[in-house]
């Protein structure tokens, strides 16, 4: 620690450098994979909400919500505890005059079900009539209020936002709730239909009933449309770019060590042992990797302050420990590749003459 | 038994064609208490005679014994701890860490090995010595050429080894220094009974030496 330290104190220019590639590097990692992740987010968020363990399907649906309905005539073979609740999901436009239009999801639930009372109002109420709707935040975000009365596609009837909820995403669009009666006006169903699925938090509910089947929600996530395809870009995106800058790290750890070998066949003449060498090669590493990182998720939370609400950006602990890890340990690999050389330092190089 | 012996020593460098041989079957003992003078022009093995004796270069025939260890048979942990505890170069480039301080010079071989080193109070008597008491807080690069020789003295004599190396130690140095590391070295070997072998091309150090040698083309002689 002592050579460590008092080395990069004498040479602040050129550590500084390595210092803020880290930052760098880091920096956009952090922030890429809070992109991505914020983006994967909004495909699910709403249903992540739920906490729901499996989604009840027409079975010619391919497992998609948008292409489902359940008649009343199916739904009346099955028996819903109160860990089920029907949903009826619709695309729609919102508009209302002197707002910006938006385009969002709708979701019609049951007041007495159970993901009526999940989801969770961050300002107002629940909806508790048929013309009444709750809606995400991103409503505010693009200047809508409560009492707003918004038309949804071309009904001619409005809907009067009660309520605000938070991070009520589907398909990155934004969540309106409503009631499954509006579900209906809105996907121009008639009484014969009852919803689109039924979800569940239980995890017995296996309905038989023909035409219908049910999937986990995990395996219903993957199944959104778009949502693997752009998590199976951003994944490999985000593993190249850590595989690259990892090597970035390790390479220049490399060339630090390599230029630092003079000065230690110096301190081997004088009979320092190999181990202090490689012990200050490895902690001068973790100084310079470590400060980097805690600069670049400085720099990072100081971005998703700055960043526009609109921007999705989210940070998953398990994903970001394990860059950090990764971006740790190629660093050390990096300053250790060397250590071979720094066993065999040959002082006879230093002697001269 | 003599602190230092070189037996038959023949070190030979590159292959086939351009195969040097540097010494040559050199016989040479250091007794504690002496200065050795080992004195030669440019190119006659020096550097390569003394570093074999302290270790850091393999002979390539013949043996090597410091306080009766020998050093062919030593792994090189053990060569590391006898270089450290035993043995101090004064290295011809006089190469310190250009990142410590002269003070910190010193602290970094504290750390590394915290007995046996000089008192603090030695330790200044030795830079006042030496006449660089003054430059303690200085870094390598902001020494004069013969202040960094006389800080290099200062460093392999810190650790207080039984035997001391010196590569040219007096090449910066005007005559009036000569005399003071001279008369250093010759002190103390004489007080503190170290084994002080010396080479160089600088005859003004040989009215300090107890025994002087000659090298030329790899062959060592007494004079
Ligand atoms: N690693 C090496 N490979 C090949 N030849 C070498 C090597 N080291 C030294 N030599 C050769 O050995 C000879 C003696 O070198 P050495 O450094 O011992 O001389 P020296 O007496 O110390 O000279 P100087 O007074 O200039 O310091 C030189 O001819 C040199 O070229
Ligand atoms: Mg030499």
Redesign the interface.
């Known amino acids: 620690m ?2 460590a330290l ?2 990069i ?3 602040k220019l050129r550590y500084g450098l390595i210092v803020g590639m880290v930052v760098l590097v880091s920096y956009l990692v952090f922030v890429l994979s809070g992109l991505a992740y914020g983006l994967a987010q909004q495909n699910t968020q709403a249903i992540t909400s739920w906490n729901a363990r499996s989604i009840t399907l027409n079975d010619d649906a391919n497992e998609s919500l948008s292409q489902s309905l359940l008649t009343t005539k199916t739904t009346k073979a099955l028996t819903l505890s109160k860990h089920e609740a029907y949903i009826g999901q619709t695309g729609v436009v919102a508009k209302e005059k002197g707002r910006a239009k938006l385009s969002a999801q709708f979701v019609g639930v049951d007041r007495n079900q159970f993901i009526y009372d999940r989801v969770a109002v961050t300002s107002g109420h629940k909806p508790k009539r048929a013309n009444q709707i709750l809606v995400d935040d991103s409503f505010r975000d693009n200047g809508y209020h409560l009492g707003d009365r918004v038309q949804l596609n071309s009904t001619s009837s409005r809907y009067r936002i009660v309520g605000f909820t938070h991070n009520a995403k589907l398909s990155v669009a934004p969540v309106i709730y409503g009631t499954l009666g509006t579900w209906r006006t809105l996907s121009h169903v008639t009484a014969d239909f009852k919803a689109s699925g039924v979800v569940s938090n239980s995890a017995t509910f296996k309905p038989k009933t023909a035409g219908l089947a049910t999937l986990s929600m995990s395996k219903f996530i993957n199944k959104l449309p778009g949502y693997s395809a752009q998590n199976t870009t951003f994944t490999f995106m985000i593993a190249f770019l850590m595989v690259i800058a990892m090597v970035v790290i390790a390479v220049f750890l490399y060339i630090l060590t390599m230029q630092k070998l ?2 230690y ?10 181990r ?1 060498l490689v012990s200050t090669t490895i902690s001068q590493a973790l100084i310079l990797v470590v400060s980097g990182l805690v600069i670049g998720a400085a720099l990072t939370a100081a971005t998703v302050l700055a960043l526009p609400a609109g921007v999705p950006m989210s940070f998953n602990m398990p994903l970001l420990s394990g860059v950090t890890g990764g971006i740790l340990l190629t660093g050390v690999i990096g300053a250790l590749i060397p250590v071979r050389i720094i066993l065999h330092v ?3 190089s ?4 | 038994m003599p602190a230092l012996i070189l037996s038959h020593v023949t070190k030979t460098f590159g292959h086939d064609t351009n195969e040097v041989t540097v010494l040559k079957d050199v016989n040479f003992e250091a007794a504690a208490g002496e200065v050795s003078l080992v004195i030669g022009p440019s190119g006659s093995g020096k550097s390569t005679f003394l570093t074999i004796a302290g270790g850091i270069q393999t002979p390539t025939a013949g043996e090597v014994q410091v306080q009766s260890a020998n050093l062919h048979q030593l792994n090189s942990k053990d060569r590391d701890a006898l270089r450290l505890n035993k043995i101090g170069f004064i290295l011809q480039a006089y190469n310190l860490v250009p990142y410590l301080t002269v003070q910190d010079q010193f602290t970094l071989v504290d750390r590394v090995k915290p007995q046996g080193n000089l008192s603090p109070a030695a330790l200044r008597e030795l830079l006042m010595q030496l006449g660089i008491e003054r430059l303690t807080h200085q870094f390598p690069g902001e020494l004069s050429g013969g202040q960094t020789q006389r800080v290099a003295i200062a460093w392999a004599l810190y650790q207080n080894p039984d035997i001391i190396l010196a590569d040219e130690p007096t090449a910066a140095l005007d005559s009036d220094r000569v005399k003071v590391v001279g008369r250093l070295l010759h002190d103390l070997a004489k007080q503190h009974h170290k084994a002080i072998v010396v080479v160089t091309h600088d005859l003004r150090l040989k009215e300090f030496a107890d025994k002087t040698y000659a090298i030329m083309d790899g062959q060592m002689t007494l004079a």
């Open positions: 002592f050579l008092k080395e104190r004498h040479e003079p000065n066949a110096v301190l081997r003449a004088q009979g320092i042992p190999a202090v040959d002082p006879v230093v002697i001269g003459g």
